[in-house]
């Protein structure tokens, strides 16, 4: 399971959900038997230079860091994607998921439509996850999913053309309420792992 965040600059929201996320994993009372059954790697940051420089959604090289994942013009997207490669055939693994924590003006989730090939390593995940994740927040509060087909160059995209991983982008409202953000992170890390062990 791959977790990437912040390869716009200004993207705080997401990055702090990323946080929280991460802290719900290493809080989880399953934690164990999760973390035996998968590897988690982590890039919490994936554009420094931009987030130095107060860049709003490009790095050094002057491109979108998640528009990047088919071209591989940028030394973010070439290393990242390198050492994801790398590592997984090191361990002799597979990735099964990605998720790109982001932030914009609303609450959304952007999945694959479910047509899209090549078909998913985790069928029923992506449903089952964000069914859980309303249930767990409870309320008034309803999932905003907004699926797509592959076509941009994100990573998203590339998670699914490269692994047949499931690929989200998980964006949080800049304006978002930061103690929502945080429970919507453990909210989603506790249903992450409910739903994988089940």
Known sequence: ??????????????????????????????????????????????????VDMGHWRHGAGGIDGNRDWAKYR???????????????????????????????????????????????ALPGFKDAWLQAIEDGIGGDFLINEDPEMIGKPTTMSWFRTQFGAEGITYEIGDGTDREFVRRKGLVSANALIEVLLK
Do not use: W
Request: one cysteine or more; proline letters at 9%.
């Open 1 to 50: 399971i791959v977790l990437l965040s912040r390869p716009h600059p200004p993207e705080v929201t997401g990055f702090l959900c990323l946080q929280a996320f991460l802290d719900g994993i290493l809080e989880h009372p399953q934690r164990e038997a999760f973390l035996q059954q998968y590897q988690l790697l982590v890039y919490p940051l994936l554009n420094p230079d931009g």
């Open 74 to 120: 940028q030394p973010e997207a070439r290393q990242v994607s390198s050492s994801i490669v790398a590592l997984t055939k090191e361990s002799e693994s597979r990735v099964v998921l990605g998720m790109d924590f982001h932030s914009t003006y609303r609450d959304v989730y952007y999945t694959h439509q479910d047509e899209v090939q090549p078909p998913t």
